[in-house]
């Protein structure tokens, strides 16, 4: 059992039903045992089944003396549990078959796209889980925090490279075990727990996506991006300077959701608006720009937008 995890880890196995041998007509080991592997688009699932529980609890054990761990812990009856360690996650559930009652274990590998094709904004989705930042870009460049949303309302996160140009925030939908993108926050300065009372201020954010936006573009440049004109909340919205996801053009504001922020916005027209076009923004002298990207992750989710925070 020592090598179990060792061994398995390191070979595709396809498909596998252990059948014990037999001795004068008994089998000699009555567990039952299967191993299934599960491929598709998003990775390799390996899955190893035991119907003992003994077995199941003594390969846990095994786990966490290979590094890995989890923040829950439980014994056989635990329903669901998720152990991480570097680019490796195990889940281990139950599951009634017929009359037997097998204990499993998932095991998945994450990849990773090559350091030298780290380029976009839009490269850094395959990192779904802390631990898995951690395990690529090194522990002393991420860092546990919360994220405000509005009032005192806090989200677990992760950021990546904090205070320097390159900060990015994780936000994640399973906050217990830190893993699963909900959204990945690019530019501005970010309401993180961390940040309350700190004078550190973070530079404009040198990340840029595929489509071209990036934090810290004028409104001007979005404009003449898109191609078409662009509707954003005004003063009189509790969403100011968010940019209206059913825009038309070839940018998508759903998928990347931006927060503008405006140097010349206090007259009263603005404050009294609910919603302002680029174009005639532009057109009125307003200096508006890109405060920050809001990147979603999954592009038919209808989670509440974050609320933004405009620089006057």
């Known amino acids: 059992m020592e090598t179990f995890f060792a061994n398995v880890l390191t070979r595709l196995i396809k498909h596998y039903n252990f059948k014990s041998s037999t001795k004068k007509g008994k089998l000699v080991d009555s567990v039952q045992r299967t191993i299934l592997c599960k491929e598709n688009k998003k990775g390799f699932n390996l899955i190893y089944q ?98 405000y949303f509005s009032g005192d309302e806090l989200a677990n996160c992760s950021v990546l490279f904090i205070n320097t140009a390159r900060q990015v925030v994780f936000i994640w939908k399973d906050e217990v075990n830190k893993r699963g993108i909900d959204d990945i926050l690019f530019g501005g300065q970010q309401k993180l727990k961390s940040a309350i009372g700190s004078s550190k201020f973070v530079a404009e954010s040198e990340w840029k996506f595929k ?17 078409d004109d662009i509707q954003f909340y005004g003063g009189n919205s509790l969403k100011t300077g968010t940019v209206i996801t059913g825009n038309s053009g070839k940018l998508d504001f759903y998928k990347e959701e931006i927060i503008l922020g405006c140097v010349n916005c206090e007259d009263s027209n603005f404050a009294k608006a609910e919603t302002v076009n680029a174009d005639e923004a532009i057109k009125e002298g307003k200096i508006l720009f890109v405060l920050s990207v809001v990147l979603n992750a999954d592009e038919k989710s209808t989670q509440k937008p974050l609320q933004p925070v405009v620089s006057k």
């Open 211 to 227: 489509s071209g936006v990036h934090a810290g573009m004028t409104l001007y440049e979005l404009r003449i991006l898109n191609g």
């Open 50 to 147: 035991t119907s003992s529980s003994q077995e199941f609890m003594g390969l846990i054990n095994e786990l966490k003396s290979m590094g890995f761990y989890t923040y829950m812990e439980g014994g056989p009856d635990t329903t669901t549990i998720l152990y991480q360690h570097k680019d490796f996650t195990v889940k281990t559930y139950q599951e009634q078959v017929d009359s037997t009652l097998l204990y499993s274990l998932q095991l998945h590998e994450q990849d990773f796209p090559d350091p030298s094709e780290i380029i976009y904004a839009d490269d850094l989705l395959p990192f779904t889980s802390h631990e898995y930042l951690v395990h690529y870009f090194g522990e002393e460049n991420v860092r546990k925090d919360f994220y």
